[in-house]
C-alpha cells in the first residue's frame, strides 16, 4: 500500500502564476483534505472533498479551488499566486464509516515556493 | 470547533516517560480527541484516538477524564527519534477540517 503520494515534491513560481499539486489517497479512502502549513505553524484546513464535491471549506480566498476525480485522486489549484502562498501544502485522505472518519493519514507534502 | 491548548515546548530524556496534556473545554459530545505527531518536512502522522476513559496502543497512551475538557498523551520512554511536533485535535463526523494549533515541541535530550 503507497498510502498517500502527492506531487510533486517541490515546486518554485513566480508571483501570479497557477499551481496545481495533486494528491492520490490511500488506497480505500474516498475522502481528501488539503491543508497549508507555514513555516513553524501547524497546517491549515483549506478544503475537503468527497463524491468529487467539495463539502467544507476553511479561511480561504476562492484563488484557492480544488477537484476530485471519481477515482477519489485530487487537485488542488492556486492561482494569481504571492508570496505568502509559499508553504508545505499537505494532503490528507480518510474514509467515512458510520458517522465518523476514519484516522487521517497525511502525504509527504509539496514544498511551494513563491518567488 | 473546539478549540485545543497545550503547551508549546517539552524537553525529556532518553528513557523517560512524557506526558503532554491538552485542554478542549469546548469539546462536543460527538468529538473525538485524536494526537499527531509530525516530524520537519513530512506530513502528520497519526498516533492515537480516543473518545473518553484510556486507550493504548503500541507506541501511547491516552488518558481522558469523565468530562472530557482536557486529555493527556503518554509516550512511555522517550527515545531521540520522538523529537517532534505533537498537536492534540478534537473533531467529529467529516472530520477532517481539523483545527491544528502550533502543537508541542518535544525535545529528547541523549
Known amino acids: 500500500d503507497a498510502g498517500v503520494t502527492q506531487s510533486p515534491t517541490h515546486l518554485i513560481k513566480t508571483r501570479g502564476q497557477q499551481v496545481t499539486l495533486r494528491c492520490s489517497p490511500k488506497?480505500?479512502?474516498?475522502?481528501v483534505s488539503w491543508y497549508q502549513q507555514a513555516l513553524g505553524q501547524g497546517p491549515q484546513f483549506i478544503f475537503q472533498?468527497?463524491?468529487?464535491?467539495?463539502?467544507q471549506r476553511g479561511n480561504f480566498p476562492d484563488r484557492f479551488s480544488g477537484h476530485q476525480f471519481p477515482n477519489y485522486s485530487s487537485e488542488l489549484n492556486v492561482n494569481a499566486l504571492l508570496l505568502g502562498d509559499s508553504a508545505l501544502y499537505l494532503c490528507?485522505?480518510?474514509?467515512?464509516?458510520?458517522?465518523?472518519?476514519?484516522?487521517?493519514?497525511f502525504g509527504q507534502g509539496t514544498r511551494l515556493t513563491v518567488v | 470547533l473546539a478549540k485545543t491548548t497545550q503547551p508549546i515546548s517539552m524537553d525529556s530524556y532518553e528513557g523517560q516517560e512524557v506526558n503532554i496534556t491538552c485542554s478542549h473545554n469546548?469539546?462536543?459530545?460527538?468529538?473525538?480527541i485524536t494526537w499527531y505527531q509530525q516530524f520537519p518536512s513530512q506530513g502528520p502522522r497519526f498516533i492515537i484516538q480516543?473518545?473518553?476513559t484510556k486507550v493504548t496502543n503500541e507506541v501511547a497512551s491516552l488518558f481522558i477524564p469523565a468530562d472530557r475538557k482536557s486529555s493527556t498523551l503518554s509516550l512511555p520512554r522517550v527515545s531521540l527519534s520522538d523529537t517532534a511536533v505533537y498537536y492534540c485535535?478534537?473533531?467529529?463526523?467529516?472530520?477532517?477540517?481539523?483545527?491544528f494549533g502550533p502543537g508541542t515541541r518535544l525535545s529528547v535530550l541523549p
Open positions: 490528507a485522505s480518510s474514509a467515512i464509516q458510520g458517522d465518523r472518519n476514519t484516522e487521517a493519514f
Open positions: 488506497s480505500g479512502h474516498d475522502t
Open positions: 472533498y468527497y463524491e468529487e464535491e467539495e463539502r
Open positions: 469546548n469539546i462536543a459530545t460527538n468529538d473525538y
Open positions: 480516543g473518545y473518553k
Open positions: 485535535l478534537v473533531g467529529a463526523l467529516y472530520g477532517q477540517n481539523f483545527v
